[in-house]
């Protein structure tokens, strides 16, 4: 005989009470950072977890010591960058905790409040470094996306603060020497920051800082003949539309602009990228727009 529906099992939606379960391993997690024995431990599972817990970020900024033991972490790492003798497990153990600062950056209602501390600037001494080993290259990939993430919403207190820092020198360092990711990731900061009116402005106040951007740009747009990326290019090639929104950095542009953004170098890269081609022939024509304007 066969049972009633409400009697039938395997059917259903999951029970709540998994839901809290996952609720109360995250909260254990958490406290378990405190705990230096414990950390290694609850930064991995932490940093599995931060995609599927919407609600992690404030929980994290909010616990009494958890933003602090993840600072600990970082300073831990500052006597192994110079000279570089930074380890794979340290690499990893690192940025785990970056990646639950990235979860906190990310998060509408902790960004502010990330920004407002001043967290950020503990990244820097990582972004500065220039060996190219891997825990070091990951380290500063890591370092990055905690940066792309904030920069990805569009957010002028975001860009104030950046810009008041020394994160576009350190971009344009990584986009000539990094990875190719490292160079996409730092591309799409400096990307981010011309965006905003306030950053457009403060790259093209003076020839020296535009220069400085167009000079790594044209660079990149170089090293692409060779080895061509669609990705990186996207970006760079956003750069430069947005840089020749400005009268005195189009009329620069004339005369900077690489040729093989000029010609049919790329054609094969971005033939499947409608996107990135609508930008490069409005780039072109506002350029030579310049020319006919004269």
Not at 124 to 142: A, D, G, I, Q
Not at 229 to 248: E, F, G, M, Q, T
Request: aromatic share 6%.
């Amino acid at each position: 005989m066969q049972a009633p529906p409400q009697m039938q099992l395997g059917h259903g939606p999951e029970p709540p009470a998994t839901q809290q379960d996952d609720s109360d391993k995250i909260f254990v997690l958490v406290l378990e950072l405190t705990n230096p024995d414990q950390r290694e431990s609850a930064l991995l599972e932490l940093s599995k977890r931060r995609e599927t817990f919407a609600d992690l970020a404030p929980i994290l900024w909010h616990s009494f010591g958890t933003v602090s033991a993840l600072l600990q972490e970082i300073v831990a790492i500052y006597p192994l960058l110079a000279p570089p003798s930074l380890t794979a497990q340290a690499s990893n153990r690192v940025c785990n905790a970056l990646a639950l600062l990235q979860c906190v950056a990310s998060h509408p209602e902790t960004r502010t409040l990330f920004l407002n501390a001043h967290i950020p600037l503990f990244l820097y001494p990582f972004l500065n470094t220039v060996s190219k080993t891997r825990p070091f290259e990951y380290l500063r990939l890591t370092s990055l996306g905690v940066i792309g993430a904030l920069v990805k919403v569009d957010d002028a207190d975001v860009i104030n603060f950046l810009l008041s820092t020394e994160i576009i020198p350190l971009c344009l360092r990584i986009m000539e020497t990094g990875s190719e990711l490292s160079k996409t990731v730092a591309t799409f900061i400096v990307q981010k920051i011309l965006l905003d009116e306030t950053g457009l402005a403060y790259i093209c106040a003076t020839a020296e800082r535009f220069y400085a951007v167009s000079t790594v740009l044209g660079n990149l747009v170089g090293s692409l003949v060779e080895q061509p990326s669609a990705r990186l290019l996207k970006h760079i090639v956003r750069c430069y539309l947005r840089l020749s929104d400005n009268p005195r950095a189009r009329e620069a542009l004339r005369q900077c602009l690489p040729d093989a953004l000029r010609d049919a170098t790329f054609q094969g890269c971005l033939k499947d990228d409608v996107i990135t081609k609508r930008w490069l022939t409005q780039l072109l024509f506002n350029i030579n727009d310049a020319v006919m304007g004269q």
